[in-house]
């Protein structure tokens, strides 16, 4: 299991295109379970419903947690997109 904790750099948190991106990178691991968590409470990283559902504003810690196979890889993904700001340069 890996967890890293990660800040929201995007002026508008995660909203759904952010949360989508998020869904998508972890989606890539069936075998891998992968959750997000804010102060707000947790959610499974492939529920897009559920990562709204954490109303996660601007410059919000988060951790990401991987558990299962390719957990290193969809950690340094997760990274890379919080990194790019989701691909969206907010």
């Known amino acids: 299991m890996i967890d890293v904790k990660l ?3 995007n002026v508008n948190g995660i ?3 952010p949360a989508a991106e998020i869904v998508k990178v972890a989606s890539e691991y069936p075998n891998c379970e992968v959750k997000i968590e804010a102060k707000s409470g947790k959610s499974d990283a492939k529920s897009i419903m559920g990562i709204l559902m954490l109303k996660i504003l601007h410059k919000t810690s988060v951790s990401i947690t991987a558990n299962g196979e ?3 890889e969809v950690i340094a993904n997760m990274k890379t997109l919080f990194e790019n700001k989701f691909g969206f340069g907010e």
């Open 7 to 9: 800040t929201v750099e």
């Open 70 to 72: 390719g957990e290193e």
């Open 15 to 17: 909203h759904a295109r």
